[in-house]
């Protein structure tokens, strides 16, 4: 098998292949010969489903450069390497039914990237950033252990399809992607795991959990915003709009994780598109009354949820303006 392996990855480099078939092969490391003399620069589709791998080199993205499409569908990988955010030409990218906790951050700078999948892991969140992806067409997190969304996951226009099926704790949707083709059966389905810690909103029977870096839930009776809140808007605005540069920030000057929240706020207002940080105005929108309704048939318990940034933008929200 060994010397099988070297002769098709020796083909492929000589005669300039684009598409190299390795699905099945009872791999249980990434074959070296592919990263050696230069590795494969004309590679485009790389398929590795139905092995054994339970990692990725490094230098991934230096040797395989031009990777249009990477499927590693059913391996034992438990990291996906940073560097896999260096594959500028990567457009689908298929890593399900692998060990997952999480997906590198930096994977938002692969900006041609259009199809991601990666269903059946054990994901408990999905970075923020991911919705910084200009070009993100589908996202597929079916049967992970997602207890929330990113506040801004569906506010491009590009992202039409999000499938997150059979994540049993996930009872809100951004409603963002209320005009979206959405997947959410066996969703919201009462917890089995009574040690849950994340902060939560309640609106008569529903409950929904927010992400971990919300600090605070506002209400429709708040006067006035948190201090770091007003801050934080304040100096993101100015970066943005007179310096146009965060670089000048340090993490000695300000925190690491503010200083990463002005780079990739929290979310974006559903009303006013104003950046949020620390502080959310959710309001909840039962899926039965919405046009979703009759793809789930009663078979989920999930809810729109609308983020504001301020208790005038919660009382003006309008699912359907």
């Known amino acids: 098998m060994a010397s099988e392996l070297c002769k098709t990855i020796s083909v492929a480099r000589q005669e300039k292949h684009k598409n190299l078939f390795l699905n099945y092969k009872n791999l249980h490391h990434f074959p070296v010969e592919m990263l050696k003399d230069g590795g494969l620069q004309h590679l485009e589709r790389l398929y590795m489903k139905r092995n054994s791998l339970t990692s990725l080199p490094e230098n991934l993205a230096q040797k395989l450069p031009n990777l249009v499409e990477l499927y590693l569908h059913s391996n034992s990988l438990a990291v996906i390497p940073e560097e896999i955010g260096d594959l500028k030409e990567l457009q689908t990218l298929d890593v399900s039914a692998n060990r997952l906790l999480t997906l590198p951050e930096r994977l938002h700078l692969c900006l041609a990237l259009q199809y991601l999948t990666a269903d059946c892991n054990h994901l408990c969140h999905v970075p923020r950033h991911l919705c910084q992806l200009p070009s993100l067409n589908e996202l597929s997190m079916a049967g992970n252990r997602l207890a929330f969304l990113p506040l801004d996951l569906g506010r491009s226009r590009e ?33 089995h795991i009574p040690e849950v810690k994340l ?104 809810s729109f949820v609308a983020y504001c940034c301020s208790s005038q933008c919660l009382q003006t929200f309008h699912l359907l303006s």
């Not at 039409?160 to 997947?183: C, F």
């Not at 605005?237 to 965060?246: F, G, Q, S, Y």
């Open 159 to 191: 992202l039409q399809y999000v499938y997150v099926d059979n994540n049993r704790s996930l009872k809100g949707l951004p409603s963002y992607l209320y005009n979206k083709v959405i997947g959410c059966s066996g969703c919201g389905a009462p917890l």
């Open 199 to 302: 902060l939560s909103f309640s609106s008569g029977e529903l409950t929904v959990f927010l992400p971990t870096e919300v600090k605070a839930i506002g209400t429709a009776s708040d006067r006035v915003l948190p201090l770091q809140e007003l801050a934080m808007r304040r100096l993101h605005h100015t970066c943005h709009t007179l310096l146009k540069d965060l670089n000048f920030l340090s993490p000695i000057s300000l925190p690491k994780s503010l200083l990463e929240l002005l780079h990739c706020p929290l979310g974006h207002c559903h009303r006013c598109s104003e950046p949020m940080f620390t502080i959310v105005y959710p309001k909840l929108f039962p899926l039965r009354e919405t046009p979703m309704a009759g793809l789930h048939q009663g078979r989920t318990a999930v």
